[in-house]
Every structure is written in structure tokens, then in C-alpha cells.
T-cell receptor, first 114, second 114 residues
Framework: GENVEQHPSTLSVQEGDSAVIKCTYS??????FPWYKQELGKRPQLIID?????GEKKDQRIAVTLNKTAKHFSLHITETQPEDSAVYFC?????????????FGKGTKLTVNP | NAGVMQNPRHLVRRRGQEARLRCSPM?????VYWYRQLPEEGLKFMVY????????ESGMPKERFSAEFPKEGPSILRIQQVVRGDSAAYFC????????????FGSGTQLSVL
């Protein structure tokens, strides 16, 4: 199949706490896993991505981990700030019929309370 | 370097009319993807095009929907005889030759069918 499952669907944290969002995928051939942030009424914006040849990648307060054996990957946001409030989408590349496309999870609405 | 440009930003149509959504990819990008987003939901893949070629249209409804990316000019997503259920945000994204790099989204077209 071409499913990407994402949990939780909503997440509320206090400012300064960490937030973790988890995704699983079904296509074992997937090799690229981006994360997008979408603020209300705006376009999805790429915030971090990881390829299957690495297990973890960090960019300041954001990190992504990948477990290829278990087919799951996670987004970690540390020291959360109110401006981190948005909907976050994970995605995985699906190769099918000679073409590649990104398949997205259903999103996690993150609320950071001041 | 301008990003992915979509127009119009908002489009209102009555049932039975046609909707034409335009997307100009980033300079140097030859791959275009269209996604549909319903309220409170994720991004659903519709179609993947390269110049003058439809590569993958597996996510597009068989009837009333069509897409093109001509040699010159923007990519067009066309919806004929619109119905209320077509109301959604339609996002276009482009990538350079290798999808494994980055997928950049336009600001979307919000289609409202009255």
C-alpha cells in the first residue's frame, strides 16, 4: 500500500517543553522523508528532511530520527515556542510504476501554550 | 528567484461551471505536482507532470478533472462541471529533476463552489 500514518492528530504542549510527532510508512523502498509545517491559510513549508542512509538529522531545535527496520520516523521539537504552533505533516516518497511521488500523513496540529 | 506561483489565490464558481487553476514552477524546475487539501485534512496527491507529459495521474478523479503542463506556459489543473465536493485548497509543488531533493509548494488556490 501507500499509507503514511501520523500520530497524534493533535498535540498541546507548554512553551519550553518538547514535542514529538511520529509517522510510520508501508513502502520499504521509500528512501526520503521530509517534514512540512503549515500555518493557517499558508502553504506547506519544508522544515527538515532525512534520507534512508542516515538515522538522525538535527537543525537547531528540530531533529528527525528514522528507523528503517521498523519503518517509522519521528520529528522532535525542543524548547517549543508559541510560533511553533502549526500543523505538521510527515511524508514519504513512494515509487510506483516508474514515477515518484510524496505521500503525506494526515497532519498533527501542534499548539504551544505560552 | 521567485517561488512556485499559483493563481488565482481564491476562485469562486457555481455548480456546473469550469475551474482553471494555474501553476508556474520555480525557475529551473521541470516537475510539477498537484495536491488537494480538504479542511482539517492532509495533502492528497492528484497528478505528476513533466513538460508535455503526464507521468502519474493515479490520484486524479477519472471524470471532470484534467491537467496539463505545456512546453510553454504554466501547468493547468482544469475541473469541469464543478460540484460542491470540489471545494478545497489545491496546491501545486515543483521539484528539480531529482525528487529526492526538495519539493516546494505554491500558496495554493482556494476553490469555493456555491
Amino acid at each position: 500500500g501507500e499509507n503514511v500514518e501520523q500520530h497524534p492528530s493533535t498535540l498541546s504542549v507548554q512553551e519550553g517543553d518538547s514535542a514529538v510527532i511520529k509517522c510510520t510508512y508501508s513502502d520499504s523502498a521509500s528512501n526520503y522523508f521530509p517534514w512540512y509545517k503549515q500555518e493557517l491559510g499558508k502553504r506547506p513549508q519544508l522544515i527538515i528532511d532525512i534520507r534512508s542512509n542516515v538515522g538522525e538529522k538535527k537543525d537547531q531545535r528540530i531533529a528527525v530520527t528514522l528507523n528503517k527496520t521498523a519503518k517509522h520516523f519521528s520529528l522532535h521539537i525542543t524548547e517549543t515556542q508559541p510560533e511553533d504552533s502549526a500543523v505538521y505533516f510527515c511524508a514519504a516518497i513512494l515509487t510506483q510504476g516508474g514515477s515518484e511521488k510524496l505521500v503525506f500523513g494526515k497532519g498533527t496540529k501542534l499548539t504551544v501554550n505560552p | 528567484n521567485a517561488g512556485v506561483m499559483q493563481n488565482p489565490r481564491h476562485l469562486v464558481r457555481r455548480r456546473g461551471q469550469e475551474a482553471r487553476l494555474r501553476c508556474s514552477p520555480m525557475k529551473g524546475h521541470s516537475h510539477v505536482y498537484w495536491y488537494r487539501q480538504l479542511p482539517e485534512e492532509g495533502l492528497k496527491f492528484m497528478v505528476y507532470l513533466q513538460k508535455e507529459n503526464i507521468i502519474d495521474e493515479s490520484g486524479m478523479p477519472k471524470e471532470r478533472f484534467s491537467a496539463e503542463f505545456p512546453k510553454e506556459g504554466p501547468s493547468i489543473l482544469r475541473i469541469q462541471q464543478v460540484v460542491r465536493g470540489d471545494s478545497a485548497a489545491y496546491f501545486c509543488a515543483s521539484s528539480p529533476r531529482d525528487l529526492g531533493e526538495k519539493l516546494f509548494f505554491g500558496s495554493g488556490t482556494q476553490l469555493s463552489v456555491l
